[in-house]
Every structure is written in structure tokens, then in C-alpha cells.
């Protein structure tokens, strides 16, 4: 548990030490955001209100019901509208009477009566005080009783006008303080409050702090308690003289209190006059007004009477800005008015220039765009050009490719001419006429032809196509490609597309060449059209295009 306090204090102090680097503007421009949005906030508490009041009107309520939902009602307004929760208190009082319940009756008159001293009606809350039975309290009422006088007497001899009777009240406080102190666990959130509160107005800070930071980390942010034990840090501070803490505990409390929708906006009054102090008017003057907007709906009367004072000087203060600031701004609309007719004379002078530039910006425009007329047009030339070589120069190649095989070709033709010439002479020689024309009769020696022609053909196509059978096979669809035999570089469907390659795209060449009929070409183009996966129109584009 120790450890996880200090690892949390840890976090706090960096907080802290962040914000102090960062200065206030952080803050209170997140406490600018929270005002501008405290219409949705207020409409957020008042929807819990009227939730509240619906099932208030139910007819078959029993008492405990209908006491809950008055002492909900009253924890909604106590911070909300001051004259609402004591109206929900009364009916409490009325209803814990009514059914002869002593108990509620003082525990709602207890309530009660802590809620008129913080409005500022001492005498009425003395007065509900009195009618308090002790027989009915508890050790829970009692406690709630005593913190009550504490408060009542406490808030009495501090704002009281008269000195003497101020000193009575602080002493009856005290005394129910030390009742107090017998009753508490030493670990309960009302015993570290008077703690705190008492090292802190005996100047034991130190103390007083560790206390608010055991009370801190019991708080959810964004709860009241959060941010009364930012106000109540803010205090300490104050007598620490550390201003700049002071007013970061307060925006971070007054914050918390816009969020919460709480119209008792102690913490932002006390930031506005810090503000002022320091310099801020235009915070100032914003955060007191919003605050004396929300006072007057709350209806505390203490509240008012206490920001009353405030608000003047501040508003006193601010209408000398505004004065000196409408001197300023008439000297300067003076500065503006000469500046005027000299920038007047100089954008007269600037304007004939203009002219003078726009005629000559006018004709480089023309010879701007006669100019990038011919470079796209001589762009389009070189393109056209270099497509031109390039087309020339691959040309060129399979030119050369396939002279070289054709003299050695034509080479191996005359060699076996001249074998077969022999051999015929021989064979004509020695009469034997039969095998010559059983031999001529044969077709052996014209396929071995047409291989050796077809191998000599795939081999310089390869040669100059190294990639073609993967590039034509990506033509196609997946389960489409075309494989060659393992005894062969193409087959015929590849040769054909070979030649179109080539740019024989003739049909009748093609089957010239292949020793095929027209039609026979002609189906297996078409067919092996149907296997693209591009469109039949651009396939054989695409395989002319294939390096």
C-alpha cells in the first residue's frame, strides 16, 4: 500500500512540476473549453433533476422511497440551487415527522442547518440546530451533529462584523471540533479534513500537504470531493506564498465544479482576484462574471455578498483597460489613417507599374507558349525518333541474327545436295535405279530438313527472345500456358506467334513456313486467343511488344 502511495504522490508532484514549467495558459484554457460547454453540462445535472421529480410523483411510494428521493434531490441541488435542496430538506423534515421518525427527522435537520451557514443564514441554521433531539442521534448523527455546529459557529465568527461575538463563535467552534476528534476514526475523510485545516492555519504546511495528498488519492477526478481537495490545496499554497500553485489547484477545482455543474463557484471567484493580482484582467474579469452569473442562480446569499466587492473592482478595473485601451486604439486609428494615404499614393505608383509589367508579362506569356508549343512538338519528334531507332535497331539484330543462319543454313543445304549428288551418281553408276527411286520416293530426308530448319529457327529466335515462352505464358490464363516438350525449344503454337513476333503477321506465310494450311494457322490463332486473360483484340499488340 505504501508503495503504491508513494508511486501515486510521485505522479501528482510530476504533474505539478509540469504544469509550473508549462504555466497556467494550459489550464485555463481547458477551463475556457469547460464554460463554453457549461450549457450541456447544466442540462446533464437538470436531466438527473428531472428523473428524480418523475418518480417523486408516483402514487404508490412508499415513506422510505419518498425520503430517498428527497435526500437524492437534495444532494443533486445542494450545489446546483441552494434554494431547491433546502426546500427538499424541509419535506424531508416534514415527511421523517409525519411518521413520528426521530432519527431522519434530526439527520435532516442537521443537513439542513450545515446548509443555511454555508448560504450565510447563521440565525436560521442556530435555530434548526436547537430543535435538533439529541436522544435520537446515533454515533453517526452525532458526528454529522457536531461537524454541523462546527461549521454553523465557525462560518458565524468569521464573517461576523463584530470582533467580540466573532470570538465566541470560534471558541463554541472549537470546543465541538475537539467533541469531534473523540468520535472520528483518525482515517475518516472528516478527520483528515480538520486536520488539514488545523496544521494549516497553525503554518504547519508540510503537514497540512501530506494530509491533502492522503485525501487526494482517495478522490476520483472529476468528483466534488476531487475538487474540494484541490480548493483545499489551493489554500495551502496560498500561505505557502507559492501564487502559481495557488491558481492551479483553483483552475483545476474550478474546472472540476463547471463539469460537475456546481453553481458555488468559491474556487473561481478565488482564481478570478488571483488573476487580477497578477496582471490577467481579461481572465479575470470573464472567470467573476461567469462566477456572479452562476451565484445568482445558485442563491446563496453569502456568495453574492462575497463576490459582490470582487466583481466591482474588477469591473471597475476593466473599464479603465477599456478606456486606455480606446485612447490607444484612436492614436493608432490616426497611425492607420496617414499610413492610408501613404500606401494609397505608393499603390497608385505600384498600380501604373503593374500595367507596364502585365503588357511585357503578356507578350513573354505568348512567347512562353510559342515556345513550349515547339518543345512539345520536337519532344514528339525525338519520341517518335528514338521509338523509330529502337524498332531499327532491333531490326537490325534479328537481321543479323538470322543472316548468319541463313548463309550457314544455306551452307548445310549445298553440302547435303552435294552428298545426295553422289550418292545418285553412285547409284546410277552401279544400276541400281530401284533404290535410287525408293529413295527419292521417301520423305525422311524433308523432315530431317524441316527439323534442323525449325531448330535452327527456334534456336536465333531464343537467341534474341531469351524470355519470350514466360512473357507470352503471362498472357495467358493460369491453367492455359503453353510448355514445349522437353526434346523441343517451341512447339507450333509458340512458332507461330513466334513469326508474329518477328512482324509476319500474314497468315499464309505463317502456314508457308510452318508447312501448314491457311486455316490450320488461322484455328490455332484463334485458339490460343480464347486462353487470354487480356482481351483478344490486344493480344497479339501485346506480344509484339514482348523483349
Not at 225 to 253: F, G, H, K, P, T
Request: hydrophobic share 40%; glycine share 2%.
Amino acid at each position: 500500500m505504501r508503495i503504491k502511495i508513494f508511486f501515486l504522490l510521485l505522479i501528482i508532484n510530476t504533474f505539478y512540476g509540469f504544469a509550473l514549467d508549462a504555466k497556467l495558459d494550459s489550464l485555463l484554457k481547458v477551463l475556457d473549453q469547460a464554460i463554453s460547454q457549461n450549457e450541456s453540462f447544466t442540462s446533464m445535472r437538470a436531466g438527473q433533476i428531472s428523473m428524480l421529480k418523475n418518480r417523486l410523483k408516483q402514487d404508490s411510494l412508499s415513506y422510505d422511497e419518498h425520503y430517498r428521493l428527497n435526500n437524492e434531490l437534495y444532494e443533486r441541488y445542494r450545489s446546483y440551487l441552494c434554494d431547491s435542496a433546502i426546500y427538499y430538506l424541509s419535506n424531508n423534515i416534514k415527511l421523517a415527522d409525519s411518521h413520528d421518525d426521530g432519527i431522519r427527522k434530526s439527520s435532516s435537520q442537521i443537513a439542513l442547518s450545515y446548509l443555511l451557514a454555508s448560504s450565510g443564514m447563521y440565525m436560521e441554521a442556530v435555530d434548526m440546530l436547537k430543535q435538533v433531539e439529541r436522544r435520537y442521534l446515533g454515533k453517526k448523527e452525532l458526528i454529522d451533529y457536531y461537524n454541523a455546529c462546527d461549521h454553523v459557529y465557525g462560518e458565524a465568527g468569521f464573517y461576523t462584523q463584530a470582533e467580540d461575538i466573532g470570538k465566541i463563535y470560534t471558541a463554541r467552534s472549537e470546543l465541538y471540533k475537539d467533541s469531534l476528534y473523540r468520535l472520528l476514526d483518525p482515517h475518516s475523510a472528516l478527520y483528515l479534513i480538520l486536520k488539514e485545516t488545523s496544521y494549516r492555519d497553525s503554518g504547519e504546511l508540510d503537514k497540512a500537504l501530506s494530509l491533502n495528498n492522503e485525501r487526494l488519492l482517495k478522490a476520483d477526478v472529476n468528483s466534488q470531493e476531487y475538487a474540494l481537495v484541490m480548493y483545499n490545496r489551493a489554500l495551502i499554497y496560498r500561505e505557502a506564498d507559492d501564487r502559481n500553485s495557488y491558481m492551479i489547484c483553483l483552475a483545476l477545482s474550478a474546472i472540476t465544479d463547471i463539469r460537475l455543474a456546481t453553481k458555488d463557484h468559491a474556487s473561481l471567484w478565488m482564481l478570478a482576484q488571483a488573476l487580477l493580482d497578477a496582471g490577467d484582467l481579461e481572465h479575470s474579469y470573464q472567470y467573476m462574471n461567469f462566477s456572479w452569473s452562476e451565484t445568482q442562480l445558485y442563491n446563496a446569499r453569502l456568495r453574492v455578498w462575497q463576490s459582490m466587492d470582487d466583481l466591482s473592482l474588477i469591473g471597475d478595473t476593466y473599464r479603465m483597460m477599456l478606456q486606455d485601451r480606446n485612447t490607444q486604439l484612436k492614436f493608432y486609428i490616426i497611425c492607420v489613417s496617414l499610413l492610408s494615404v501613404v500606401v494609397l499614393l505608393a499603390l497608385l505608383f505600384i498600380y501604373k507599374q503593374l500595367k507596364k509589367l502585365a503588357v511585357a508579362r503578356e507578350n513573354l506569356l505568348k512567347a512562353n507558349e510559342k515556345l513550349n508549343l515547339l518543345n512539345a512538338e520536337l519532344k514528339q519528334i525525338n519520341e517518335d525518333l528514338q521509338s523509330a531507332n529502337e524498332e531499327l535497331a532491333e531490326s537490325n539484330k534479328i537481321k543479323e541474327e538470322y543472316i548468319a543462319r541463313f548463309l550457314r543454313l544455306c551452307s548445310t543445304y549445298i553440302t547435303q545436295l552435294d552428298t545426295f549428288r553422289r550418292l545418285v551418281n553412285k547409284k546410277i553408276s552401279s544400276n541400281q535405279v530401284a533404290e535410287l527411286f525408293k529413295l527419292t520416293r521417301s520423305d525422311t530426308l524433308q523432315e530431317e530438313a524441316l527439323r534442323e530448319l525449325y531448330a535452327n529457327f527456334d534456336s536465333a529466335f531464343l537467341h534474341l527472345f531469351p524470355n519470350f515462352v514466360e512473357q507470352f505464358n503471362e498472357l495467358l490464363q493460369e491453367n492455359e500456358r503453353i510448355v514445349p516438350k522437353s526434346d523441343e525449344q517451341l512447339n507450333t503454337e509458340l512458332r507461330i506467334f513466334a513469326l508474329i513476333r518477328l512482324g509476319i503477321t500474314d497468315s499464309s506465310q505463317i502456314a508457308e513456313f510452318l508447312r501448314y494450311s491457311v486455316n490450320t494457322i488461322y484455328n490455332y490463332r484463334a485458339k490460343v486467343k480464347n486462353k487470354a486473360r487480356v482481351s483478344r483484340e490486344d493480344f497479339e499488340n501485346l506480344v509484339r511488344r514482348i523483349r
